[in-house]
Nanobody
Framework: QVQVVESGGGSVQAGGSLRLSCTAS????????MAWFRQAPGKEREGVAG???????SYADSVKGRFTISKDNAKHTLYLRLNSLKPEDTAMYSC???????????????????WGQGTQVTVSS
């Protein structure tokens, strides 16, 4: 069974930066995909960034150029660097993982069976 735990959220002012981390325990190899999703109050869940087992990445248009996703396979840990934060980035950020998620499906939440509890990111103006 795969378990997912996120950390690194917090409150920052607009223009600031944060780094989120997500560790997936239960995998014995690196052949899996991981992704970040976010959901703001009253809004639907949105795929933010994902990375597949080959290192291919996908980003939502709203975060391209500001957020960077990376993965440490040895630690089974996913990172999301959030730069130039805006108030509209405020949301609960959740990490998801699963095997066999293809590059073009990385930001589709339906592709993942394993989710973390989430970490809150709040950006003030």
């Amino acid at each position: 069974q795969v378990q997912v735990v996120e950390s690194g959220g917090g409150s920052v002012q607009a223009g600031g930066s944060l780094r989120l981390s997500c560790t997936a325990s239960g995998y014995t190899d690196s052949r899996y995909s991981m992704a970040w999703f976010r959901q703001a109050p009253g809004k639907e869940r949105e795929g933010v960034a994902g990375i597949d087992s080959d290192g291919g990445t996908s980003y939502a248009d709203s975060v391209k150029g500001r957020f960077t996703i990376s993965k440490d396979n040895a630690k089974h840990t996913l990172y999301l660097r959030l730069n130039s934060l805006k108030p509209e980035d405020t949301a609960m950020y959740s990490c998801a993982t699963d095997r066999a998620v293809l590059l073009f499906s990385l930001l589709n939440g339906d592709e993942y069976n394993y989710w973390g509890q989430g970490t809150q990111v709040t950006v003030s103006s």
